[in-house]
């Protein structure tokens, strides 16, 4: 019995070798799956920091150009006000020359003024002393009543000639000082105007100043953003290779790979693959995509068939779907408002996967599409032959 029952155990233990064998390549795919799904869990980390970052950068940005008005702003203050100071400047000036002249004209009115007074006050003077005296005997010291009247018309002459000239110098006196009030005090309003504008346009330097060193210190920020985001990308790309080793790993084998639009025909590419300035950040940096045209809620189409082996929320794609074609190639759809698939399911060209919408990093709506071969982005329009419509940004 012990003979007969030994070849039996031999078949058992080769169909237990057998069953192994066969289950050591499930194993190996449930690890290389692992190893895929911590590499997209470390991608999507990678792009949450992005996400920050970006917002940051946003509001940095935002924050700068609010700066850049008001340092425009604050300079046109400062040129009104500088030109204003000059104005008022050249008016003191001007009034400090008049006052000066008025003075002088003052001074030698006064003198005027002063050696008429003496005269006259010598003439009361004597009148008071020697009373009527002397022009009674110059009246009637007259040799004939021609020559009596002749001398009264002439020392009443001198009377009112002597009073008219008093009174003229009187009036000029008192209107030269009157001019002199007058443009003392207008000296005095621009010497005060002089002294705001003075002090206006001293806090207005000082503002500029002030914007000056947040314009610098937000240009700073946005630097060192900048770079920040510059590591984040590279990281990022470095994953993107990593889960492009494991899907060439997991070595699906792929067909033809003759793609269709990812929205219908016709359709509208509003941004090409290639070097652009960002809508978003403002900097110069590759679009690794092709943006299709799309309003919210259109079908998003599976470009070629495949298995879906990514379909979640991505910081920077929004709603994303990858599909992995075989061969080393799979494709990219960003920026959905709906996910109609999930991660395993075996989809076939032209099936809708997703809705049209405008999440993650996106300025309206539109489909994100790269097709990615090896890991390396590549231009779809290069494998799309279907005629397009440009409506470039």
């Known amino acids: 019995m012990r003979r007969r029952s030994r070849p039996h155990w031999f078949l058992v233990l080769a169909l237990i070798l057998t069953l192994l064998g066969q289950a050591a390549p499930v194993v190996h795919a449930d690890d290389l799956q692992s190893q895929l799904d911590k590499a997209q869990k470390d991608l999507d980390e990678v792009r949450r920091k992005q996400q920050e970052t970006q917002n940051a950068l946003a509001d940095v940005k935002f924050q700068a150009e609010e700066a850049e ?20 400047t050249e008016e003191l000036n001007v009034t400090t020359e008049e006052l000066q002249k008025v003075e002088a004209e003052v001074a030698v009115a006064q003198q005027r003024y002063d050696e008429k007074k003496a005269v006259l006050g010598a003439r009361i003077r ?117 889960v492009a080793e494991l899907v060439r790993q997991m070595n699906r084998q792929g067909g033809p790979f003759a793609p269709i639009p990812p929205t219908g025909k016709p359709y509208i590419v509003t941004s090409e693959f290639g070097p652009r300035i960002s809508p978003i950040t403002g900097v ?44 080393g190639i799979t494709s990219w759809y960003g920026h959905s408002s709906k996910l109609l698939v999930k991660a395993n399911d075996t989809v076939t060209q032209g099936q809708q996967i997703a809705e049209g919408g405008s999440t993650g990093w996106s300025t309206g709506p539109h489909v994100h599409l790269e097709i990615h071969v090896d890991g390396a982005p590549k231009n779809a329009m290069e494998f799309i032959k279907s005629p397009v419509t440009y409506l470039l940004d």
């Open 284 to 327: 110069y940096t590759p679009h690794r995509g092709t943006d299709f045209a799309i309003r919210y809620g259109e079908p998003v189409y599976a470009i070629e068939s495949g298995v879906v082996i990514v379909a979640r929320w991505d910081d920077v794609l929004g709603y994303l779907t990858v599909i992995d074609h075989g061969g």
């Open 69 to 88: 008005v008001q340092l425009r702003i604050v300079e046109g203050e400062l040129s009104q006000a500088n030109s204003q100071l000059a104005v008022l």
């Open 126 to 242: 004597a009148i008071r002393e020697n009373g009527r005296v002397d022009y009674l005997s110059v009246l009637f010291g007259s040799a004939t009543f021609r020559d009596f009247i002749g001398r009264m018309e002439l020392l009443s002459a001198i009377v009112r000639k002597d009073r008219e000239l008093f009174n003229g110098i009187t009036a000029d006196k008192l209107a030269l000082e009157k001019r002199q009030e007058e443009v003392t005090i207008r000296k005095n309003r621009l010497g005060t105007l002089k002294s705001e504008a003075e002090a206006r346009r001293t806090t207005i330097t000082a503002k500029r100043s002030e914007r000056e060193q947040v314009s610098r210190s937000l240009e700073e920020s946005r630097r060192l953003l900048i770079a920040r985001l510059d590591e984040y990308e590279q990281h990022s790309e470095a994953l993107t290779q990593q």
